[in-house]
């Protein structure tokens, strides 16, 4: 009775009964290829036991309840929702900067997740393509919407921080982990993957990891004098890489969507017993209830993207750790956990397919899109920034590339495949942790000597006067 109370209270709410509401009553026929994304933010949904809510008799009341179920319920994540309307009230009653930011940053996972579960409604209703380029544009909103922010207050250090860290992560901390994981759950069997989306990921990562190479060494061939060149130029060569790396973006979507999107559509899951899974053949609300709700949960995830930009300082303060520590690690883990922690459900079923598709496909579309559109961005807005990362930054990001390149090149895995870059992982986090530790150490030290200085030379000068 339960069931079938849930599949009449569906039907009601996607508006496929007689009668339903408008334009919302259309059937839809659309294909709906899936791409990994979806089904890495599928692995988190679970259904909703809508019996009470069928038992409304007020059918408009009924939907709308059937709805919100639906939206705030349909995920294992649901539990986060409350930090949400805490960093709102932690922020209109002042709390602890430090609280707000640690509230602001879990109340960004349910939203993230919700964001791909409402862009994978609409694409049953809009087709494959403009689905896939909906998802591609708002597949990484929450750090999108930080840099925005970020650049907005001239944070220009956060903004590449919080970017370079979110390739890291996807590389070397959910893939890595995902194989480990997924290498010690199907220890006895043979792990397989395709190798023809690695290796167009990672041919469009080394690109990326090309134009940081060479903004790097264009700065230190101006710092070293080996040719009389201005600064400035700099600028002009970031824009330039820019629109050469969203145009490559651009061409990677034509081939995804259009001409090889066989390789980027995962197999469905067969002989899934596990009852709390969603099977996400057709839509379980209407089109217009997801354009808004999608609207509506963008116009959160700024607000609280806005709290995170601005008590940064202040969490780096209260916890004692460096602002490049909290951009490069925590930001891109606490912020892509719900995506993070699909990938390793996948590898634990062994579908390694997937989890790679979630893993290289996050990182392409961070280091191809989002950092050069940032770059364009702040271009626009009147903001000096370039793609000229620090040295330890850029060559934290090549080895990164480098090592999953040469892991993934047989099209097998094991745990020990997972177990190395991960590794990486932690000792890249280590690295920056002491590196801003000795930077804020030798500034103190240096700003001592200074003052040490400054006092041996008034002294000397007032001996001498007197």
């Known amino acids: 009775m339960a069931s079938r109370c849930y599949e009449a209270a569906r039907i009601m709410e996607v508006g496929n009964l007689k009668g339903g509401g408008g334009g919302l009553g259309k059937e839809v026929h659309h294909g709906h290829g899936r791409t990994a994304h979806n089904m890495s933010s599928s692995s988190l949904r679970k259904k909703s036991d809508l019996s009470l809510v069928s038992k409304v008799r007020c059918s408009p009341l009924r939907a709308l309840l059937a709805n919100l179920q639906e939206i705030f319920l349909g995920t294992k994540l649901f539990v986060l929702f409350p930090a949400v309307p805490l960093a709102i009230v932690a922020n209109y009653y002042h709390f602890g900067r430090a609280w707000l930011f640690a509230l602001s940053l879990l109340g960004l996972t349910p939203l993230a997740e919700r964001v791909s579960f409402l862009t994978e409604q609409i694409a049953f209703y809009t087709g494959p393509t403009v689905g896939g380029l909906l998802n591609a544009t708002c597949g990484n909103a929450t750090e999108l919407i930080i840099a925005l922010f970020a650049l907005h207050q001239g944070k220009i250090d956060v903004v590449k921080c919080s970017l ?10 959910v893939l890595g982990s995902s194989l480990f994981l997924g290498g010690l759950a199907n220890l006895h069997k043979e792990q397989l993957y395709d190798r023809k989306q690695a290796d167009v990921n990672t041919g469009l990562l080394l690109l990326g990891a ?23 130029p700099t600028l002009a060569l970031s824009r330039a890489c820019s629109m050469i790396m969203l145009l490559a973006y651009v061409a990677y979507l034509f081939f995804q969507l259009k001409t090889h999107r066989q390789l980027f559509e995962s197999q469905e899951e067969d002989g899934d017993d596990d009852d709390d899974v969603v099977s996400e053949d057709e839509p379980v609300i209407g089109f217009a209830s997801a354009l808004l709700w999608l609207v509506g949960m963008t116009a959160v995830i700024a607000l609280l993207s806005e709290y995170v930009v601005g008590t940064i300082e202040a969490a780096s303060d209260s916890w004692g750790i460096s602002v490049s520590f909290i951009s490069i690690i925590l930001l891109p883990i606490v912020g892509n956990a719900a995506e993070h922690a699909g990938a390793i459900i996948f590898a634990f079923k062994n579908k390694l397919d997937i989890t790679l598709g979630v ?3 996050s990182a392409t579309q961070i280091s191809m899109f989002v950092v050069p559109l940032s770059v364009i961005v702040a ?37 020990l495949k997972g177990l190395v870059p991960l590794l990486c992982y932690l000792a890249i986090g280590a690295c920056f942790f002491v590196f801003d530790s000795q930077t804020d150490l030798n500034g103190i030290t240096d700003q001592n000597n200074g003052i040490d200085a400054g006092g041996l030379t008034t002294t000397a000068a007032v001996t001498k006067a007197y």
Not at 164 to 173: H, M, Q, R
Not at 391 to 410: G, H, P, W, Y
Request: glycine content about 6%.
């Open 210 to 232: 090309l134009c940081h190479i060479l903004l790097l060494m264009f700065r230190y061939a101006v710092n070293t004098g080996e040719q009389a060149v201005d600064a400035a």
């Open 379 to 415: 271009w626009i807005m009147g903001i000096k920034m370039d793609l000229d990362l620090k040295l330890l930054e850029t060559s934290s990001l090549i080895m990164a590339i480098l090592v999953i390149a040469f892991t993934l090149q047989d099209g097998t895995s094991h745990y």
């Open 359 to 361: 893993s290289l496909g």
């Open 164 to 173: 370079v860290g979110s390739v890291l992560s996807n590389l070397l901390l």
